[in-house]
């Protein structure tokens, strides 16, 4: 599923080039479940980006469901993580206009998917939200808000799931629930 091989990433800085990724090599394998720990500043959400195409390597390999992402275009990359890969943040990004149904939706209706918010609400409900469709962003709290962005990285059941620091902006219990559910998500799925 996810194959790198020597990966450097070094970006500029008034101070000097900072080595961001130095050799990275790291296999995953299709249904496997892993964590990347580390301190604040050790590049993990660095190399989330690059494992999702949203950053490129400076060099080495980057396979990612048989893809050699450095390879691909800005528009390949987009369809590639359209199809393949979801991805939880950890300050979520929902749309503060759309609801949570809305939101979880927009990925299904901009792939062309003709039951988008069947889905959806098959989404929410699969984490628990199905009596919070019509609320907006800001009358969820901060775990309801993050279930809204599972659901959204899982509707399209993608081969691949990254989450950058889910639980960071959750306090201890509720990240707790939310971990879990992506354990249960994974076992679901896989």
């Known amino acids: 599923m996810i194959d790198l091989d020597d990966v450097h990433l ?16 790291l296999s995953v394998a299709r249904g496997e479940a892993i964590g ?17 195409g949203l ?6 390999r980057v396979r990612v469901a048989g893809q050699y992402l450095e390879a691909m275009g800005e528009d390949d990359l987009a369809r ?21 149904l809305e939101n979880v939706a927009l990925p299904l209706e901009f792939a062309g998917v003709s039951d988008a918010f069947t889905e959806a609400e098959a989404a929410l409900s699969q984490v628990g939200l199905e009596h919070r469709f019509s609320h907006y962003p800001s009358q969820l709290s901060g775990g309801e ?7 959204r990285a899982v509707v399209r059941r993608p081969g691949l ?30």
Request: hydrophobic share 40%.
């Open 10 to 25: 070094t970006l500029p800085s008034e101070a000097g080039p900072i080595d961001i990724l130095r050799g990275v090599g």
């Open 36 to 52: 990347l720990v580390g301190p604040s500043g050790s590049g993990k959400s660095t190399l989330l980006a690059v494992m999702a």
């Open 55 to 60: 950053e490129r390597p400076g060099r080495g």
């Open 80 to 100: 590639f993580r359209r199809d393949h890969v979801g991805i939880v943040f950890q300050s979520f990004h929902l749309i503060p206009t759309m609801t949570a």
């Open 145 to 151: 808000q993050q279930r809204v962005a599972l659901a």
């Open 161 to 190: 799931l990254l989450a950058d620091e889910p639980t960071g902006n959750l306090d201890g219990s509720t990240g707790a629930a939310i971990i879990e559910l992506m354990f249960e998500l994974h076992q679901i799925t896989n």
